[in-house]
């Protein structure tokens, strides 16, 4: 039985009919030759709901499943998604990352759930780290973020972000050490924190691809407020607005000196260059006006014909075909998915830094998407977690999601047995 009282034969049927009613709308209205065409998208959907809550059942007992299930109904919505842009087909590619975006969920569990063990490796995660960055420096063989092997195209940078998080939630307890340079206390920990953040704008800023710099801001700054805010933290109101103000004049410099292309993005009217810099912008615009609420039917748009259509703009994709109303629901799934751990409060504070940190980096990949998408910010570039298609991207968010869910059942070092401090007291009496 769930925490909430939700039993495993609820929350399955509940995963269930949401799918099935879905493959009924691509039945009734999606763009399709015959109705075989549909059996496999259903055979995939459905096989996986049943597979994967019968290996939950059978797999290890935790605290909590509802993560694991608001994950299976997000993700099989994603591949019910992406198998009707263009005309209803089956996206085999996807499924198969979304699987192994699964299986990377309880692997993420198993190795953040004990925070004593992540914290005495920690160098370990600072040589990962590191490897990744260098893998960018050597293998991409240009200013990029790719690695490209043959057919198949790896984005390190993807697999950076939980590792930072990691780091980022495991020098909590070095607050305690801190000491006072000038006017302000400082912990090596952070120092070094800091240098590894320093070193990630860096390079994102050499490899002129600024779109995922946020979320890396967004986990540091998650643990900056974290630091704050420990229990025994030395700070006073002259660290806040000393942090806010060099925080407010890096953003300004960084607006001011930004390369080319960015500051185009900044100041570019999409209307004035629809077949230039504003041509996704405004396809994407066009495309959810025309879906309204309810949408053109699975597989019945034209914006797929777009670049980036089922990861750049995913949502404006969604929006055409299932309509607002359908692209507003999977993302509450999403943001619902993030909000659990909150909701069963984390039982250390170095879960409570992790799981911030992995909430940081989702949400804000998926407003700059949508925000990107609907011409309130920028186009950046990034992609919806879960949503969009990507391998790199797919796997890093499972993950994310396995450390989200570690929050939620932690472990946590045993005690000595009290026999054995008896017989140490007996000893010590006799001698």
Same mark, same amino acid.
């Given at each position: 039985?769930?925490?909430?009282?939700?039993?495993?034969?609820?929350?399955?049927?509940? +995963?269930?009919?949401?799918?099935?009613?879905?493959?009924?709308?691509?039945?009734?209205?999606?763009?399709?030759?015959?109705?075989?065409?549909?059996?496999?998208?259903?055979?995939?959907?459905?096989?996986?709901?049943?597979?994967?809550?019968?290996?939950?059942?059978?797999?290890?007992?935790?605290?909590?499943?509802?993560?694991?299930?608001?994950?299976?109904?997000?993700?099989?919505?994603?591949?019910?998604?992406?198998?009707?842009?263009?005309?209803?087909?089956?996206?085999?590619?996807?499924?198969?990352?979304?699987?192994?975006?699964? +299986?990377?969920?309880?692997?993420?569990?198993?190795?953040?759930?004990?925070?004593?063990?992540?914290?005495?490796?920690?160098?370990?995660?600072?040589?990962?780290?590191?490897?990744?960055?260098?893998?960018?420096?050597?293998?991409?063989?240009?200013?990029?973020?790719?690695?490209?092997?043959?057919?198949?195209?790896?984005?390190?940078?993807?697999?950076?972000?939980?590792?930072?998080?990691?780091?980022?939630?495991?020098?909590?307890?070095?607050?305690?050490?801190?000491?006072?340079?000038?006017?302000?206390?400082?912990?090596?920990?952070?120092?070094?924190?800091?240098?590894?953040?320093?070193?990630? +704008?860096?390079?994102?800023?050499?490899?002129?691809?600024?779109?995922?710099?946020?979320?890396?801001?967004?986990?540091?700054?998650?643990?900056?407020? /974290?630091?704050?805010?420990?229990?025994?933290?030395?700070?006073?109101?002259?660290?806040?607005?000393?942090?806010?103000?060099?925080?407010?004049?890096?953003?300004?410099?960084?607006?001011?000196?930004?390369?080319?292309?960015?500051?185009?993005?900044?100041?570019?009217?999409?209307?004035?260059?629809?077949?230039?810099?504003?041509?996704?912008?405004?396809?994407?615009?066009?495309?959810?006006?025309?879906?309204?609420?309810?949408?053109?039917?699975?597989? /019945?748009?034209?914006?797929?014909?777009?670049?980036?259509?089922?990861?750049?703009?995913?949502?404006?994709?969604? /929006?055409?075909?299932?309509?607002?109303?359908?692209?507003?629901?999977?993302?509450?799934?999403?943001?619902?998915? #993030?909000?659990?751990? #909150?909701?069963?409060?984390?039982?250390?504070?170095?879960?409570?830094?992790?799981?911030?940190?992995?909430?940081?980096?989702?949400?804000?990949?998926?407003?700059?998407?949508?925000?990107?998408?609907?011409?309130?910010?920028?186009?950046?570039?990034?992609?919806?977690?879960?949503?969009?298609?990507?391998?790199?991207?797919?796997?890093?968010?499972?993950?994310?999601?396995? #450390?989200?869910?570690?929050?939620?059942?932690?472990?946590?070092?045993?005690?000595?047995?009290?026999?054995?401090?008896?017989?140490?007291?007996?000893?010590?009496?006799?001698?």
């Amino acid at each position: 039985m769930y925490k909430n009282g939700l039993r495993y034969g609820s929350c399955t049927a509940i +995963v269930l009919l949401t799918h099935t009613i879905m493959l009924l709308a691509v039945l009734l209205r999606g763009n399709y030759d015959t109705p075989q065409d549909i059996l496999p998208l259903t055979v995939a959907v459905i096989g996986l709901d049943i597979v994967y809550s019968i290996v939950l059942h059978f797999m290890y007992r935790q605290m909590t499943y509802t993560l694991d299930f608001v994950l299976l109904l997000l993700v099989n919505i994603s591949v019910i998604f992406q198998s009707c842009f263009g005309g209803v087909g089956f996206a085999a590619k996807h499924y198969i990352t979304c699987v192994i975006a699964l +299986v990377m969920c309880q692997i993420g569990f198993l190795l953040t759930r004990n925070h004593v063990w992540i914290k005495s490796n920690k160098l370990i995660l600072y040589g990962i780290l590191g490897a990744f960055i260098l893998s960018i420096l050597v293998l991409t063989g240009s200013r990029s973020m790719w690695i490209n092997i043959g057919p198949i195209s790896i984005q390190p940078s993807e697999f950076m972000k939980p590792v930072f998080v990691l780091i980022c939630a495991t020098s909590i307890r070095e607050q305690h050490e801190k000491k006072k340079i000038l006017f302000f206390y400082i912990s090596k920990e952070m120092m070094i924190l800091t240098g590894a953040f320093v070193v990630i +704008v860096g390079l994102q800023w050499w490899c002129r691809d600024l779109g995922s710099l946020p979320t890396f801001a967004a986990a540091y700054g998650c643990a900056l407020v /974290c630091r704050l805010c420990y229990p025994k933290a030395k700070f006073s109101k002259k660290t806040i607005i000393v942090i806010s103000i060099i925080g407010a004049v890096l953003v300004a410099a960084a607006l001011k000196f930004a390369p080319g292309y960015v500051q185009d993005r900044l100041s570019v009217d999409i209307w004035n260059q629809m077949e230039g810099n504003g041509y996704q912008q405004c396809k994407a615009l066009i495309a959810i006006a025309e879906g309204g609420l309810f949408g053109k039917g699975p597989g /019945c748009g034209s914006l797929h014909k777009v670049f980036a259509s089922d990861t750049d703009i995913v949502f404006s994709t969604i /929006c055409e075909e299932w309509g607002f109303l359908v692209a507003l629901l999977a993302i509450l799934i999403l943001m619902a998915m #993030m909000l659990l751990p #909150m909701i069963n409060k984390p039982r250390s504070y170095f879960h409570t830094t992790m799981i911030l940190g992995c909430v940081a980096v989702m949400i804000v990949q998926m407003g700059l998407n949508i925000f990107g998408s609907c011409n309130l910010i920028p186009f950046t570039g990034v992609t919806i977690p879960f949503i969009s298609q990507g391998g790199s991207s797919m796997i890093t968010s499972g993950f994310l999601a396995g #450390m989200l869910k570690a929050g939620q059942s932690p472990v946590f070092k045993k005690p000595e047995p009290k026999k054995k401090k008896l017989k140490t007291r007996k000893a010590v009496t006799a001698a």
